[in-house]
């Protein structure tokens, strides 16, 4: 029952991330991707902090300032800033279709910075899943977009943060990492803006699309949350996949993607590395304890 709850979450929050992306992306043809992000750290930090009062926790801990902390905020930087430009200038499919290729840059980094021991056949899934990356950017083909790299850019830093989060002190909560997670777009976000030209006022329907990204992806962060707390990761997390499917959808219906068959074959391979990995390290933790028992 606890799996099965935990599962339901996580297509929950996919599905949430999903109209996220989309709503960011529609706003994004009338309103700077700077300003956007300005809005979206506000919001975010707004109901993350609520979230954390209601706790009963610190909104501003001392061990915001460790190391670990610090990098993961760089990370949410990286990471954000790269797959909202992605989300702008590429089709929603491509980009959440590379983003897929996450859990295996995370696996990759256990290895390398925790020493977690890998052995050749997830080395091999995660080697095919860069396969898969690589078709679906498609570097000296006709079909390459220069853009497509940006949303690489993204997965990177979303990996980096998920392996500062691991690392973070465990006297804060996911409620007070999400605060500070949205804080820092802030300042990301009028870089942007100062870089790349002013600010708008935004009409109805750009502030209605600006409200959406940050209800859907607070509920998705939220989710995301319950969903690793509820069940085992080793079977909630293969549902994450399904952010995909939902992006493939949504960009169908809203903005009349139609992904070429590169692209389609790409995200398949990415998608069974990264669940063979999942799975391949279920395989793992289960003989340890076997071995230990």
Do not use: C
């Amino acid at each position: 029952m606890e799996n099965s709850r935990g599962s339901a979450y996580m297509i929950l929050a996919m599905a949430f991330f999903a109209l996220e992306d989309m709503f960011i992306k529609a706003a994004s043809s009338s309103v700077p991707a700077g300003e956007i992000l300005i809005f979206f750290g506000i919001g975010g930090s707004i109901a993350f902090m609520l979230m954390t009062l209601k706790r009963g926790e610190a909104i501003l801990h001392p061990a915001i300032l460790t190391r670990a902390v610090l990098i993961r905020a760089l990370s949410e930087i990286i990471g954000r800033l790269g797959f909202t430009l992605a989300l702008v200038l590429t089709p929603l499919s491509s980009t959440s279709a590379i983003l897929q290729a996450t859990p295996l840059v995370v696996v990759m980094g256990a290895a390398i910075f925790f020493g977690e021991k890998v052995g050749w056949r997830r080395w091999s899934a995660i080697l095919i899943g860069f396969i898969g990356v690589l078709m679906i950017i498609r570097p000296g083909l006709e079909g390459f977009q220069a853009n497509s790299l940006l949303a690489v850019v993204g997965m990177l830093g979303f990996a980096g943060r998920d392996l500062a989060t691991r690392a973070a002190p465990k006297v804060l909560s996911n409620v007070q990492l999400g605060v500070y997670g949205f804080l820092v777009l802030i300042p990301t976000g009028i870089g942007l803006l100062l870089y790349s030209g002013g600010a708008v006022i935004p009409d109805l329907l750009a502030s209605g699309q600006i409200l959406g990204a940050i209800v859907f992806g607070v509920i998705a962060y939220y989710a995301l949350t319950l969903a690793m707390r509820t069940g085992e990761i080793s079977v909630v997390t293969p549902f994450r996949y399904t952010r995909l499917v939902f992006a493939l959808l949504l960009g169908f219906l809203v903005f009349g993607e139609r992904p070429d068959a590169m692209t389609l074959l790409g995200s398949a391979i990415i998608v069974a590395g990264g669940i063979y990995t999942l799975l391949r390290n279920r395989q793992v933790r289960q003989a340890t304890l076997n071995a230990n028992t």
